[in-house]
């Protein structure tokens, strides 16, 4: 009899054992899959690979395995590199959703925001397509100018040539400023759990402290710290070894 019942207790063991294995499967399946692929990403994105949709696949990865500082920083060089990947841009969103305490940005005014996605829209190479197109309308517009019959008002090509200089000016420009903050993109990312702002570098009193993920914009550095902007406008003193920069740093060339 005791050993019928130590039997069934064996079998009802092993069984909620199995179950319990069973459901923790998929998960650390998913893990390792995203784990693999992490490997296989990193090396190029360090080999100095720079690819929108590399750096936002490496974003996911980080995310489902469970770094959203790491995660969130990838889609920004995803946007320095893009700012018309709506993918990543929605990650980044959904990601700061899920800590609402966190600081976040004021609400734009309607027209500010409207222009600020208009400017996202037009990527490096939209911009340079475009800047070619009006180049070339600007052309024909010339050539058009200059074989006008003389006998006639000259107002409707003066005016056209004018509209696409000035299209023109403006395209090129926006894609100089583009081109600027890309490589010197001022944001970074906190890499660790309560990271503290300080009121001065070293020995200041911690003013708050952030969250893995946070964005913020670099002022200045000195000394291993930095001078930081948050979204809300408050600025203070965090080192840098809290931060990691969308753009990194060039290392001084070894003589």
């Keep these: 009899m005791k ?20 459901a923790q499967t998929p998960a650390a399946q998913d893990s390792l899959s995203y784990r693999q692929q992490l490997d296989k990403l990193l090396p190029l994105a360090q080999s100095g690979t720079r690819n929108a949709d590399l750096f936002y696949n490496l974003g996911v990865c980080y995310y ?35 800590h609402p ?16 996605n208009i400017y996202d829209f037009f990527s490096l190479n939209r911009l ?5 197109i009006l180049g070339l309308f600007c052309t024909l517009s ?41 490589r010197h993109n001022p944001k970074a990312v906190v890499m660790r759990e309560g990271a503290p702002v300080n009121s001065a570098p070293s020995n ?9 993920g946070t964005i913020l914009q670099i002022k200045q550095s000195s000394n291993g710290w930095s001078q930081v902007i948050l979204a809300d406008g408050f ?21």
């Design 64 to 98: 489902e395995l469970g770094q959203p500082g790491k995660s969130i920083l990838y889609f920004l060089r995803a946007l320095n590199i893009d700012s018309s990947h709506v993918q990543a841009r929605e990650n980044i969103a959904y990601i700061q959703s899920l």
């Design 204 to 212: 200041g009193k911690a003013l708050q402290y952030l969250s893995e």
């Design 235 to 255: 600025s203070g003193w965090i080192a840098d070894a809290q931060l990691e920069r969308v753009v990194p740093l060039k290392k001084p060339a070894e003589k």
């Design 101 to 116: 305490s966190d600081v976040q940005a004021p609400r734009r005014p309607f027209l500010l925001q409207l222009l600020l």
């Design 128 to 132: 340079a397509l475009v800047l070619l």
């Design 3 to 22: 050993r019928g019942l130590y039997l069934a207790l064996s079998v009802f063991l092993l069984a909620s054992l199995c179950v319990q294995l069973s």
């Design 142 to 182: 010339a050539q058009w100018l200059m074989h006008y019959p003389p006998e006639k008002e000259h107002g409707l090509p003066v005016l056209v040539l004018s509209i696409l200089l000035i299209f023109f000016l403006i395209t090129g420009g926006t894609l100089l400023l583009k081109n600027h903050r890309q």
